[in-house]
């Protein structure tokens, strides 16, 4: 008897998208996997979003937030309305190729190739494609440039998109285990999800928004989970939020950025990453508690937040901690 084929529910978070929503919801209605499900969740925006997802035949269920719960919530409660063996986590900025869900479907219940964790792997839990840049107005970037093929961390414990604003030249075309994969379309295995979830959020909803999939990749990686980069499965994605371009982000991005760099660490460092990462990683802290002095005055708060989330973190964290199947040098390793 054949193998049943590979069940997919896409979610998407909406806030104010309208204007490349339709692009995204056209490319997942031409996927040659078909999705099981597609969510929508709409956090109150403010433009036609919800309308957009309402009239779309790809759409099998529009959740309407009485409010903007931010990625981390709109994902948790999109995730919790289906049923499907995988979730593809996908931004509304992101277009697929037809083949994406299928170049992943393909690889969903193989063993990941050179498994690095040698204590008790769960398995293959995420699944991460290459994506292209998109410029502002929904078109390719010329000559392409790589947005993300997964999620890097330095010993600054700062986490970045591994290759972007490179040239997308024939690099990154290994499969390969990654550290994790960015939620703009991050594929994840139902298992996981439940395994991976701390006082039943998958996505911790303290973030809000911006660090929250870092904060699930570095969680996965301490319970056993292997994250698989497939350069085949292609995707582009309209990217806002860069390093170099700070200024041009929203102060309450940059508020939450602050705030979840610290409470990432508080629920997820230990021993073996700090004896790696300390010298980097506190200078860096110097660098942010000092811009934030001297310039970018409006993420001030978000120390005042750390303080307030500290014990819920530290009680995450015991959460967390009890659970872990590998040590702390197999995580360590992937902070380059």
């Not at 107005?137 to 604003?165: K, N």
């Not at 602050?258 to 990453?273: E, G, P, Q, T, Y």
Request: proline share 6%.
């Amino acid at each position: 008897m054949a193998d049943a084929p590979v069940s997919i529910a896409v979610t998407i978070v909406t806030y104010d998208s309208a204007v490349l929503l339709a692009r995204c919801l056209d490319a997942v209605a031409a996927q040659t996997h078909a999705p099981r499900e597609v969510v929508v969740l709409d956090n109150r925006s403010s433009d036609a979003s919800a309308a957009i997802a309402r009239a779309h035949g790809a759409v099998t269920t529009l959740i309407e937030s009485p409010g903007n719960t931010g990625f981390a919530g709109g994902q948790n409660r999109a995730i919790a309305a289906t049923t499907a063996d995988w979730v593809l986590a996908l931004n509304p900025d992101v277009v697929l190729d037809p083949a994406f869900l299928a170049e992943f479907a393909a690889r969903a219940d193989r063993p990941a190739p050179g498994d690095r964790s040698p204590s008790e792997p769960r398995g293959l839990g995420t699944l991460c494609g290459k994506l292209l840049r998109l410029g502002p107005d929904g078109a390719p970037v010329v000559p392409p440039r790589i947005d993300s093929t997964g999620i890097v961390f330095t010993r600054s414990f700062r986490h970045l998109d591994r290759g972007s604003e490179e040239p997308d030249d024939g690099r990154y075309a290994i499969e390969e285990p990654v550290f994790g994969a960015t939620a703009a379309a991050a594929l994840y295995r139902r298992a996981m999800i439940d395994d991976v979830s701390v006082e039943g959020e998958f996505f911790d909803e303290a973030f809000f928004a911006y660090r929250e999939d870092a904060d699930v990749a570095w969680r996965a990686q301490l319970l056993g989970w292997d994250c698989l980069y497939v350069p085949t499965a292609l995707g582009y994605h309209v990217r806002r939020v860069l390093p170099e371009r700070r200024a041009d982000v929203p102060a309450m991005l940059n508020r939450h950025s602050v705030k979840n760099r610290f409470l990432m660490r508080v629920k997820n460092a230990d021993a073996a990453v700090w004896r790696r990462c300390a010298l980097h990683g506190l200078a860096r802290d110097a660098a942010v508690v000092g811009g934030c002095l001297v310039g970018e005055w409006s993420s001030l708060p978000a120390f005042a937040d750390v303080v307030r989330l500290w014990p819920r973190a530290r009680r995450q964290r015991v959460l967390i901690q009890a659970k872990r199947r590998r040590d702390g040098d197999a995580i360590a390793r992937w902070f380059a």
